[in-house]
């Protein structure tokens, strides 16, 4: 029998219905509602299409949205006023800009120019700090990891005592995710391995993981022998393989050779319609986090607390 296929598409949509109660029950409590502010610098096709559905998703939600584009030769310094512009409007409480950014700007410097308050990507060194801390310090988990994480627990997989191994160390996955199911708490509790280029013996890291989550970006780097009968496998992988004579889109695969996995995994995550739909659904509900912890501190403000 063949492995239950964990819908990124399905998950988001569950998640994004429930997101838009949030946003209608906060609209009706105090007539506010999130505001949200991607901007793209240039017109990399993939980050324009990345930010176009992020914009589409936060207008179906009903949030305020600001799309704000400028061209590729903005300088570090007017990004970075940019940034501070909105780090001091009341009415955006997440501050988006795709990356990558082009080569003349410090992407660091820009990710650190985010206010932590409004850094709905999660990306910044006091978020991740947060994260690292963990329980209730943590204030913006990072959109893809969290997403890895949600699909995990919603998909019922049991994380506590589990064996998770993440293959791949990066900042924007690996190392976050592998932090987040070490945490003490729900959805995590999991005996943690971190492999990367360096390890030895990869394939029998693999093979004894409950729970395997692979974010290194080479097709097919998984062999379903690598596989634990029963386990739940994430797929981060996004792939492009070549172009569809037929639609003209490119061909994504992820990092797993999903046809054969599915046939031994318990659970799988598919390549696309897996991990990527969810990034999108934890970015929106940062922001909606972002809204009410606004408002909250406008709250004590008034009251002198
Ligand atoms: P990255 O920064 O390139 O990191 C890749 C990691 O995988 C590195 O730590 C690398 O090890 C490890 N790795 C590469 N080849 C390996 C091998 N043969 N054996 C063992 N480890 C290997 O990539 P990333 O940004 O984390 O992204 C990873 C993949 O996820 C990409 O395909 C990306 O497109 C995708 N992604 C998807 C989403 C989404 O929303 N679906 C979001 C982000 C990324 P070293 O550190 O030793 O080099």
Same mark, same amino acid.
């Given at each position: 029998?063949?492995?239950?296929?964990?819908?990124?598409?399905?998950? !988001?949509?569950?998640?994004?219905a429930?997101?838009?109660?949030?946003?209608?029950?906060m609209?009706?409590?105090y007539?506010?509602?999130?505001?949200?502010?991607?901007?793209?610098?240039?017109?990399?096709?993939?980050s324009?299409?990345?930010?176009?559905?992020?914009?589409?998703?936060?207008?179906?939600?009903?949030?305020?949205?600001?799309?704000?584009?400028?061209?590729?030769d903005?300088?570090?310094?007017?990004?970075?006023?940019?940034?501070?512009?909105?780090?001091?409007?009341?009415?955006?409480?997440?501050?988006?800009?795709q990356?990558?950014?082009?080569?003349?700007?410090?992407?660091?410097?820009?990710?650190n120019?985010?206010?932590?308050?409004?850094?709905?990507?999660?990306?910044?060194?006091?978020?991740?700090g947060?994260?690292?801390?963990?329980?209730?310090?943590?204030?913006?988990?990072?959109?893809?990891?969290?997403?890895?994480?949600?699909?995990?627990? !919603?998909s019922?997989?049991?994380?506590?005592?589990?064996?998770?191994?993440?293959?791949g160390?990066?900042?924007?996955?690996?190392?976050?995710?592998?932090?987040?199911?070490?945490?003490?708490?729900?959805?995590?509790?999991?005996?943690?391995?971190?492999?990367?280029? !360096?390890?030895?013996?990869?394939?029998?890291h693999c093979?004894?993981?409950?729970?395997?989550?692979?974010?290194?970006?080479v097709?097919?780097?998984?062999?379903?022998?690598?596989?634990?009968?029963?386990?739940?496998?994430?797929?981060?992988?996004?792939? !492009?393989?070549?172009?569809?004579?037929?639609t003209?889109k490119?061909?994504?695969?992820?990092?797993?050779?999903?046809?054969?996995?599915?046939?031994?995994?318990?659970?799988?995550?598919?390549?696309?319609?897996?991990?990527?739909?969810?990034?999108?659904?934890?970015?929106?509900?940062?922001?909606?986090?972002s809204?009410?912890?606004?408002?909250?501190q406008?709250?004590?403000?008034?009251?002198?607390?």
């Amino acid at each position: 029998m063949g492995a239950e296929i964990i819908s990124g598409i399905q998950m !988001r949509k569950e998640i994004l219905a429930e997101l838009e109660q949030d946003v209608a029950a906060m609209k009706a409590e105090y007539g506010q509602v999130p505001g949200l502010v991607t901007i793209l610098v240039g017109e990399n096709p993939a980050s324009v299409s990345y930010v176009t559905l992020k914009v589409q998703t936060a207008l179906s939600l009903g949030f305020h949205e600001v799309q704000d584009n400028q061209p590729a030769d903005i300088s570090e310094q007017g990004l970075l006023a940019l940034i501070e512009k909105y780090n001091n409007d009341p009415a955006i409480h997440g501050i988006l800009v795709q990356l990558p950014l082009p080569k003349h700007i410090n992407e660091e410097a820009v990710i650190n120019a985010i206010s932590p308050d409004k850094d709905v990507d999660g990306f910044h060194p006091v978020n991740l700090g947060k994260m690292v801390i963990g329980g209730d310090n943590v204030r913006y988990l990072p959109c893809t990891p969290a997403g890895i994480q949600e699909m995990i627990v !919603r998909s019922g997989t049991e994380t506590e005592g589990a064996e998770v191994v993440v293959v791949g160390r990066s900042n924007i996955v690996g190392k976050p995710i592998a932090v987040m199911m070490g945490q003490k708490g729900r959805g995590a509790n999991s005996t943690v391995t971190m492999v990367h280029t !360096r390890t030895k013996d990869l394939d029998a890291h693999c093979r004894r993981a409950d729970i395997l989550i692979v974010a290194a970006g080479v097709p097919g780097l998984v062999k379903p022998e690598w596989i634990k009968p029963g386990a739940t496998v994430i797929d981060v992988g996004v792939n !492009r393989v070549g172009v569809s004579e037929e639609t003209g889109k490119a061909i994504l695969c992820g990092d797993v050779d999903f046809d054969q996995a599915r046939e031994i995994a318990g659970k799988i995550t598919p390549v696309p319609g897996g991990v990527g739909p969810m990034t999108i659904a934890m970015l929106m509900k940062n922001t909606v986090k972002s809204a009410r912890w606004h408002r909250e501190q406008e709250g004590l403000t008034r009251t002198g607390k």
